[in-house]
């Protein structure tokens, strides 16, 4: 996920915060098709996942539970925010 688009997330958060909606992006690591066509040339997804801290491919699987977060009663204070589900390689 670029700046721009964080920057987007947090805007809208900021802009729709007073009618007490909620607004929060998932960005998802290199288990997307679009990132394994990507990356994968000359074997540069392997260099990827041995980047991570978790030495695995992501699998849809691995993000159903961010949106589950994002969307329960108990994530009411979470707002403008982007979430990184992508096995710590960004490690941010």
Do not use: W
């Not at 947090?10 to 098709?33: C, M, Q, V, W, Y």
């Not at 699998?59 to 961010?66: D, F, H, K, M």
């Amino acid at each position: 996920m670029d700046e721009q688009q964080v920057g987007l997330t947090r805007g809208l958060a900021s802009e729709i915060d007073p009618d007490g909606i909620t607004i929060n992006a998932i960005a998802p690591g290199l288990g997307t098709e679009t990132a394994i066509r990507t990356n994968g040339a000359n074997g540069g997804f392997e260099r990827a996942i041995a980047g991570q801290s978790v030495l695995v491919t992501e699998e849809p699987v691995n993000l159903v539970s961010a949106p589950l977060y994002v969307c329960d009663e108990g994530s009411g204070f979470l707002t403008g925010q982007t979430i990184v589900v992508d096995g710590g390689s960004a490690k941010h």
